[in-house]
């Protein structure tokens, strides 16, 4: 073992804190051998001793065997993976044992340089005893980028308090078919909302100076059939169009250090060899200055699963060249192969120089490379604390959105005798996505506690509920099985109301319904639970269907039967909290759908995100047309919505236009709502969206409260890629829709595109601005 003393280390200017970090990198990679360099272009995948010990390598089929903490870290090391998230680990424990890890790092190098640590952190820190907030796909359901932001200030701090220099998210992934596994990691199905949202949480996460990875960049949700990994069919407008905006607003607007490649091939090239996304684009065109990181094991993929590579030197070679400047989760490729592809001519030592460059200049930033550094952190450290745990439930309460209730049974009475029936209805995991500690790793330690309190729907309904529930599982979420039918159904009939909770179990690779590896052949609930819904339905009882799940499953059987429904996406450990004060009352339901609730179960893919022939069209006997859109959600009350003013009717293709709408609060409760701003392209030289956001506003108004949403857009807002690939704002009629969603149009205004068709590149405005004015007056106008 390495003696984690403090030794006579080696210095130069790259301590020199005057200095620019570029400079002090530079002059660090001048001093380095190529083993040395080499030593800071992998990670290596470890678990902190629960005693506070030495960190061992974490193994696994794919990290190998046999591998030893010392041999790795002999010449330095560039990251040290996961050390929290890889098993239980009391975090006081962990932190001692990292520092102690990198005490021995700095120990073993002649240049004293610690590793760089990364986690998991898609919602909430993914460690032991961490707050597990509501998932991205309920980020999205909130339309709020202030709270996503402060929540994932929370996350950030809880990460660096422990350590830890990178975070490995947000998933800036669009939706294009439900079926796909990893929707629950997306924020939804739209761009605009999903730069919007991701550039928020990248600013929380980075405000603790925690650097934030984007992912999984590019095209991976496009897979076909939605097989994970599967090859991805998009052309090169779609690329563009659809899948690279949220990067690009997430570097511009939430200032994103790391980017992480996607495992998908587009067009046969996988992205992790793609020098013309990875370089071309992320880099020459749009500027970026941070560190690319390979997907856990991607390098490798190259050579096993794409075969695009003979042996592993080829495939490091390969990622090295396109642009991955570290290899994860643990040294492989960018070990002794790629040094051998150095020495062997295969590959430029010139770009080893340039993938260290970057990785020792974002560790000069984050202050690895000052001569007084020190992995000493505080011997107290929560996770879960209480202002975290709030944040968490005012996420959960703002995604719960309720889907219909036409029947007005929501609020239940105080009075009403509730049967709570099916597989979620007290299942407190039903309430986590894949990427929660207690999902990704706690379940391969059924003998430890969880680690955090996560009430359920049944726990919750029984403690406010003053007429009490009667319970019955019914069925299981995956299992086969349909014994508990009648024990659910004769609970029902005894009821004045029946609330059926129903959707997925997240877990990786085929463990669960949704999550990573667990794809979907069509969106009927999964298991019996379709059925244990008719079954409760066909007892006459008004039936209130709750969707706990990690994607949108096809309703349209049930709709015109249940008297209410309400979805959420796995809402995190307070989750059963907010959804038990949207059936009781408590709290007005105003999540907003980032995915379209399909009617069909097969009628997939199809987002609203579609031009004329993609929508319900004579030519097709087939009708994509979803049961509920894209932006719906309903309340126990809603604004006013009245007059649209537009400052004019013409709209420079370089100039921006404004447009006000005021809402008005005439209930006795308060009420939040979301302005959605679309725009519908009336002609244009290939065939676009018919509709698509450009700009959304929550926007919560107090009883009696009068409030003017005015947005700002830019025409750049209405570019697109044109017929010769290039970027553009096109003149001509066009039509921006304040709506309630992409479905139900408040007003919309016509516009002229004046000017020359113009060219818009990288640094076009993403984002439109908004403000609300708000006041209370006596004769009801707006202050």
Excluded at 122 to 147: E, H, K, N, R
């Amino acid at each position: 073992m390495i003696d984690a003393s403090p030794t006579t280390r080696v210095t130069g200017p790259w301590h020199d804190r005057e200095l620019p970090a570029s400079d002090r990198a530079s002059a660090l990679v001048a001093e380095m051998t190529l083993e040395e360099k080499t030593s800071q272009l992998v990670g290596l995948w470890v678990v902190a001793d629960p005693a506070g010990g030495d960190v061992a390598p974490f193994q696994s089929e794919m990290s190998g065997a046999g591998i030893t903490f010392d041999d790795v870290i002999e010449d330095g090391l560039g990251q040290l993976v996961r050390p929290f998230g890889s098993d239980p680990i009391e975090p006081a424990k962990g932190v001692e044992s990292l520092a102690r890890a990198q005490r021995r790092i700095m120990a073993a190098n002649r240049f004293g340089i610690p590793a760089q640590v990364h986690e998991e952190c898609l919602a909430g820190f993914a460690a032991w005893q961490a707050t597990a907030y509501p998932v991205p796909l309920s980020w999205g359901a909130s339309f709020d980028p202030d709270l996503v932001e402060e929540m994932a200030a929370q996350i950030g701090t809880s990460l660096r308090s422990a350590g830890v220099h990178q975070g490995l998210a947000p998933v800036l992934d669009v939706v294009r078919d439900y079926r796909w596994g990893r929707v629950e990691e997306t924020i939804g199905e739209d761009p605009y909302l999903i730069g919007a949202i991701g550039s928020a949480y990248v600013r929380g996460v980075e405000s603790a100076d925690v650097v934030a990875t984007l992912k999984h960049f590019a095209g991976y949700s496009g897979s076909r059939a939605a097989r994970n990994h599967a090859p991805v069919s998009a052309g090169p407008r779609e690329m563009a169009d659809v899948f690279h905006p949220p990067f690009l607003t997430a570097l511009r607007e939430g200032g994103a250090r790391s980017v992480m490649n996607s495992y998908a091939e587009v067009d046969g090239v996988p992205a992790a060899a793609d020098g013309t996304v990875l370089t071309d684009l992320l880099r020459d065109e749009w500027g970026f200055e941070g560190v690319v990181v390979a997907d856990y094991f991607a390098v490798a993929f190259l050579r096993t699963l794409h075969r695009v590579a003979e042996t592993d030197g080829e495939a490091a070679a390969l990622a090295l060249a396109a642009g991955i400047d570290v290899e994860l989760p643990s040294v492989h490729a960018y070990g002794e192969p790629l040094r051998a592809a150095v020495r062997g001519g295969l590959l430029d030592e010139a770009l080893v120089d340039r993938a260290v460059l970057r990785v020792l200049t974002q560790k000069a930033e984050l202050g690895l490379l000052d001569p007084d550094w020190t992995p000493d952190a505080a011997s107290e450290v929560s996770f879960d604390t209480a202002e975290q745990r709030d944040t968490a439930l005012r996420l959960a309460r703002e995604s719960v959105v309720l889907l219909a209730n036409d029947s007005g049974i929501l609020p239940l009475k105080p009075s009403a005798r509730v049967a709570l029936v099916g597989p979620l209805a007290d299942d407190p995991f039903g309430m986590l996505g894949c990427y929660s500690f207690p999902l990704h790793v706690g379940v391969r330690h059924p003998d430890v506690p969880v680690g955090i309190d996560i009430p359920t729907v049944r726990a919750e309904l029984e403690r406010t509920h003053p007429a009490g529930i009667a319970y019955a599982k019914g069925c299981d979420v995956m299992q086969p099985g349909r014994e508990g039918f009648s024990v659910a159904t004769n609970a029902a009939r005894d009821a004045d109301i029946a609330v059926v909770v129903v959707g997925d179990r997240a877990g990786l690779f085929g463990k669960g319904t949704s999550g990573e590896g667990c794809d979907a052949t069509d969106l009927r609930l999964p298991g019996e639970q379709h059925d244990l819904v008719e079954a409760v339905l066909a007892t006459g009882t008004p039936t209130v269907i709750v969707v706990l799940s990690g994607r949108p499953y096809a309703l349209g059987a049930f709709a015109d039967r249940a008297a209410a429904i309400v979805q959420t996406f796995f809402p995190g450990q307070l989750g059963g909290q907010a959804i038990a004060e949207v059936l009781t009352g408590a709290t007005n339901p105003s999540g907003r759908l980032p995915v379209g609730i399909p009617r069909d179960a097969g009628s997939q893919p199809s987002t609203y995100l579609a031009p004329p022939l993609g929508r319900a069209d004579a030519p097709s006997n087939i009708d994509p047309t979803p049961l509920f859109p894209f932006g719906h959600g309903a309340s126990y009350g809603s604004p006013t919505w009245g007059e649209v003013t537009c400052d004019s009717a013409e709209w420079a293709v370089d100039g921006a236009v404004t447009l006000s709408v005021e809402l008005s609060n005439e209930t006795d409760r308060t009420l939040s709502d979301v302005v959605q701003l679309y725009l519908h392209d009336v002609v244009a030289q290939v065939t676009r969206p018919v509709a698509r956001l450009i700009g959304f506003r929550r926007v919560t108004l107090e009883p009696g409260e009068r409030a003017a949403v005015t947005f700002t857009a830019h025409a750049d807002l209405t570019s697109f890629t044109g017929l010769r690939g290039e970027r553009i704002v096109e003149p001509g009629a066009v039509e921006l829709q304040v709506a309630r969603s992409s479905a139900d149009v408040h007003r919309s205004v016509a516009l002229q595109l004046t000017g020359p068709t113009r060219r818009v590149d990288s640094t076009r405005v993403l984002l439109s601005a908004s403000t609300i004015e708000s006041a209370v007056t006596a004769d009801g106008r707006i202050g």
